[in-house]
């Protein structure tokens, strides 16, 4: 098959064997895959990528010695392996999160070589995984559930509830996500913070109530406005008052150093910060803060099938605007290009794959 296959720092297109589906595995041709954030990483820096996967218990291949990337699919069944319980004909369009595990091992889908993703034509996915794509929704649209359910996962365990304040920080695809899927919930007010006015529109589209360009100024200073008290003292009267205290949520959707810092200088006593954005770097922080203010730290990665399952049907029933965010679309041959531009947050934000 075609394929877009990682050498060393750059890709190529060219021919791979077609991948075979072993036991409870379905073969499937690639209807549309998104363009990722984190591939852009990898490819950039394959030893940083290779190393926060290792330390956080995963199993790294090195994108230098050749990968097909490509974790946010949309796919049509072609072949039902052995062992399958053929619920789905072959002709039907699927999508699912990348998860796979049989008899060549465990791994990601496009993170792994026995398991190419959606940069080429064909890959082979778990029967058990998969969600048949809703009748009317574009495959080129199903394929970015799986960005969105990774913000919805954020969300999720990020305990908001109706009445707290969120603030999103960087609004690439997973940032945006963040703002739909707070939106969808009827969460409000969602404070928006990018430097690219493209993508802050983006988010306005999606239902962010404030937007700020982060050169000009932050949400930081809306505390005191919306109700938010900053200090620990503040809280403490508060409890001791019966008062109602409102909480804030700030998602951390950067993931370069130097911002986690920022947030735990400036998110109020008592709030939630949530890592989303995957910084693979060291950075320098003071703990002490986030002693004295109570803070709350939380990671998330990745979705759970069940998560990807409900992304799925709030894209399809429009509670989710996922098709807003694609900004351009390529085939096999402008893959290469398309990280390139990628690079420039005013030009795009996602670009999806059409093999």
């Given at each position: ?28 041709r ?91 034509e ?14 009317g ?51 409000g ?58 909480e ?45 203010k ?25 509670r ?24 420039a ?11």
């Amino acid at each position: 098959m075609r394929a877009v296959l990682t050498k060393d720092r750059t890709m190529v297109v060219t021919e791979v064997p077609d991948p075979e589906p072993q036991e409870g595995q379905l073969l499937v041709r690639t209807l549309a895959c998104g363009i990722c954030g984190s591939d852009l990483h990898a490819l950039r820096d394959p030893d940083a990528f290779m190393a926060t996967t290792r330390r956080s218990g995963g199993t790294p291949y090195d994108p230098r010695d050749g990968l097909v990337f490509g974790h946010e699919f949309a796919a049509e069944i072609v072949e039902h392996g052995p062992g399958t319980r053929r619920a789905l004909p072959a002709g039907t369009a699927v999508c699912g999160p990348p998860i796979a595990f049989g008899p060549q091992g465990a791994g990601i889908v496009g993170y792994a070589p026995m398991y190419p993703g959606g940069y080429g034509e064909y890959m082979v996915l778990n029967e058990g995984l998969v969600f048949p794509v809703p009748p009317g929704l574009d495959p080129e649209i199903a394929a970015l559930t799986e960005p969105f359910a990774v913000a919805t996962r954020a969300v999720d365990r990020s305990g908001i509830a109706a009445g707290d304040v969120a603030v999103v920080l960087g609004l690439g695809p997973i940032g945006l996500g963040v703002v739909a899927a707070l939106k969808a919930r009827g969460i409000g007010p969602v404070l928006a913070a990018d430097f690219s006015p493209k993508r802050r529109a983006l988010a306005e589209g999606l239902g962010a109530d404030e937007l700020f360009d982060p050169a000009v100024s932050t949400p930081y200073g809306r505390w005191a406005d919306l109700g938010v008290p900053t200090g620990v003292g503040e809280r403490i009267a508060a409890g001791l008052l019966g008062t109602t205290v409102r909480e804030a949520v700030v998602f951390e959707c950067v993931g370069v150093p130097g911002v986690l810092g920022q947030v735990i200088e400036n998110a109020p006593a008592g709030s939630t910060v949530m890592l989303v954005g995957v910084c693979m770097r060291a950075d320098t922080l003071e703990p002490g803060l986030a002693v004295n203010k109570e803070l709350t730290l939380r990671g998330t990665f990745g979705a759970h099938p069940a998560e990807y399952g409900a992304t799925l049907e709030a894209i399809a029933d429009g509670r989710i605007d996922a098709g807003s965010i694609v900004t351009g679309t390529v085939g096999l041959d402008g893959v290469a290009q398309a990280f390139t531009d990628l690079a420039a947050p005013d030009a795009h934000a996602k670009i999806v794959v059409v093999p």
